[in-house]
């Protein structure tokens, strides 16, 4: 083993052990002792960031992005201890683990980039107008500021990319709002060692230690007392729909209600254009049943829902995607609860009226193998329950009898993350009356591709509209997300000799 833990909490600088503890529930290795969160600690954690954020809000752009490109260094600096402990708890493969490793420092950097060019100030300037008849006007100048403290829920899904060090932390962190993380118990480990390199970042640049403390564990009364602090100025959430609006609502009725930027689940339907389908079924079937089983289907994009127009070419889509999902042996689950969800799942899909099993297997403990079901567009309409999502490798195939069929399909979605079209040149006007209806419901459209692959970049939208998330404006996923944690502020006639550096 050559992972180090304290099996404590890093509160402000320092690591506190906790009057209880829990024990982690690895897929394979050993077990370790973590403690309990408190709202004790959350109030601990939360007071100590308001006092870094007088220092840290106010601190160059120059020097927070040193601090972030030195977390990023420092979680590098530990990428062996992190896979080791990383593949033990969650069961991913080293491989990935080391992917989604890349993934969270790249994206560490790339905010230390976003801040240092400025742009994300949007700096606006109304020069005064003394003279202007029949009032003049003032020297006005705009700039974004960071809002404070902000708490952070660590996503089981991504244990780097989503969580201690993810795009909630490292946004945050560059818009100059000190972060108070959740640490997700599926992974306590791993979530330690991140949260080491941020300690080791934090003593090596000099910053104030209550810009970051990480809470292990912890019952419900900990997310609850943590979105209702009144130092917490703003949330950061990935999870499911069921806790995540339990927090949004006691966010909204906080006497001080504040934004809870919560990613909730989506099932990314694709929609397969006669054309495409004719010319390529089996390859869209064969490619779908790849992505739909990528990380066990643990993906908050993989694609759930295939609509295509009923026929031959719909029966040789099927028989490829069954195919493909046929080779696909068990993988194992981040969780033991994970896994039995999926087969609650399952089973849910399974005994709904008009469903036909395609492809069913057995799975047991940890576990998951593919399950791939048939129903008619008719039947989808008639059951709301098929178009909610179920987290796993399970595919559902929607036979609709025409583009029209799918149009309604489509306007009966609820808010997702992604929707695809596949598509040839001859579908393009199918393409384009189904279009503006799929950009109405998804954050992200994408053409001939599978959604799992999501870009960390300037571009990238990570959100849509209710439930796929609880802000259709926002996005956790590419520079944008910065957008989350600032507020414009207007300065009206202050001497530049006071003003802030960044716009005087």
């Not at 997700?184 to 300690?199: F, W």
């Amino acid at each position: 083993m050559s992972y180090t833990l304290t099996g404590k909490h890093l509160i402000a600088g320092e690591w506190v052990a906790g009057e209880t503890t829990f024990q982690s529930e690895p897929a394979h290795g050993p077990a370790n002792t973590f403690p309990v969160g408190t709202p004790a600690l959350v109030d601990q954690a939360a007071k100590a960031a308001e006092e870094a954020f007088w220092t840290y809000g106010y601190s160059t752009r120059e020097e927070r992005a040193k601090f972030i490109n030195t977390i990023a260094d420092e979680i590098d600096a530990r990428g062996d201890e992190i896979t080791e402990i990383g593949t033990q708890e969650t069961g991913l493969p080293e491989a990935r683990l080391q992917g989604e490793r890349g993934r969270t420092v790249g994206q560490l950097r790339l905010f230390a980039s976003h801040i240092l060019d400025g742009e994300y100030l949007d700096r606006r300037y109304d020069e005064a107008l003394p003279d202007r008849a029949p009032l003049p006007r003032p020297d006005l100048r705009l700039m974004q500021r960071p809002i404070g403290p902000v708490a952070v829920f660590g996503a089981s899904n991504f244990p780097l990319a989503f969580s201690v060090a993810g795009g909630d932390t490292a946004s945050a962190l560059a818009a100059g709002c000190p972060v108070v993380v959740k640490g997700h118990s599926a992974h306590p480990g791993t979530g330690e060692i991140v949260a080491q390199a941020i300690d080791a970042a934090i003593k090596k640049c000099g910053v104030h230690p209550g810009v970051f403390s990480l809470i292990q564990g912890g019952k419900r009364d900990v997310g609850q007392s943590l979105v209702q602090h009144p130092l917490i100025k703003a949330v950061g959430f990935t999870g499911s729909l069921g806790g995540g609006r339990a927090l949004y609502d006691l966010c909204a009725a906080r006497p001080e209600p504040i934004p809870f930027f919560g990613e909730l689940g989506s099932v990314n339907p694709m929609f397969l254009l006669p054309a495409a389908v004719k010319a390529r079924g089996a390859e869209i079937g064969k490619g779908w049943a790849g992505s739909l089983t990528m990380g066990a289907g643990q993906f908050c994009t993989n694609p759930g829902i295939a609509v295509v127009i009923e026929g031959p070419d719909a029966d040789a889509f099927v028989a490829a995607a069954k195919e493909g999902l046929s080779g696909v042996g068990p993988q194992t689950m981040l969780t033991d609860g994970m896994a039995e969800t999926y087969r609650a799942g399952a089973k849910r899909v399974a005994g709904t009226s008009g469903v036909k099993e395609v492809l069913t297997t057995s799975c047991d403990l940890r576990n998951a193998t593919p399950y791939l079901f048939e129903t008619t567009g008719e039947n989808w309409l008639a059951n709301h329950e098929l178009g909610e999502e179920v987290f796993g490798p399970l595919g559902l195939v929607v036979r609709v009898k025409d583009v029209a069929e799918m149009r309604k399909i489509a306007k009966s979605l609820e808010g997702q993350l992604t929707c695809t079209l596949h598509l040839d040149a001859a579908d393009a006007a199918d393409a384009r009356s189904l279009l503006p209806i799929l950009e109405h419901k998804a954050g992200r459209v994408l053409a001939n591709g599978f959604p799992t692959g999501v870009e960390v970049s300037d571009t990238m939208v990570h959100g849509g509209p209710y439930p796929a998330s609880t802000n259709f404006g926002a996005t956790s996923v590419g520079t944008m997300a910065i957008r989350r944690f600032l507020r414009p502020v207007c300065y009206q006639n202050i001497p530049t000799d006071v003003l802030p550096k960044d716009i005087a």
